[in-house]
Nanobody, 127 residues
Framework: QVQLVESGGGLVQAGGSLRLSCAAS????????MGWFRQAPGKGREFVAAIRWSDTTTYYTDAMKGRFTISRENAKNTVYLQMNSLKPEDTAVYYC????????????????????WGQGTQVTVSS
């Protein structure tokens, strides 16, 4: 079992920044990738970014490139999502996920490729 705890969400004005954190505990020795997804009201879960744990290769949705940065702190089993230049359309619940099965050659950009999820953290961007 793996537990994921997200933090860092909140209310911010357009153009502002937030940093989300996701700490993993439990069976993390077989961590292959961690990712961030988001879900706005009435919409499906959307891929935001992911990081391959072994070599820190990162993946982003095109709309987030240049604004969002995913990183990890190995010693703390924690992944971060730095979000800059936030827009009202970034408003959503942001979820952290972890994959504990071998990943290659898959790209971790689909919810089905993850094994455990956090409870989500709300990000609201006001105009």
């Amino acid at each position: 079992q793996v537990q994921l705890v997200e933090s860092g969400g909140g209310l911010v004005q357009a153009g502002g920044s937030l940093r989300l954190s996701c700490a993993a505990s439990g069976r993390t020795f077989s961590n292959y990738a961690m990712g961030w997804f988001r879900q706005a009201p009435g919409k499906g879960r959307e891929f935001v970014a992911a990081i391959r744990w072994s070599d820190t290769t990162t993946y982003y949705t095109d709309a987030m490139k240049g604004r969002f940065t995913i990183s990890r702190e190995n010693a703390k089993n924690t992944v971060y999502l730095q979000m800059n230049s936030l827009k009202p359309e970034d408003t959503a619940v942001y979820y952290c996920a972890i994959r504990i099965r071998p990943l290659s050659p898959l790209i971790p950009d689909s919810p089905s490729r993850y094994d455990y999820w956090g409870q989500g953290t709300q990000v609201t961007v006001s105009s």
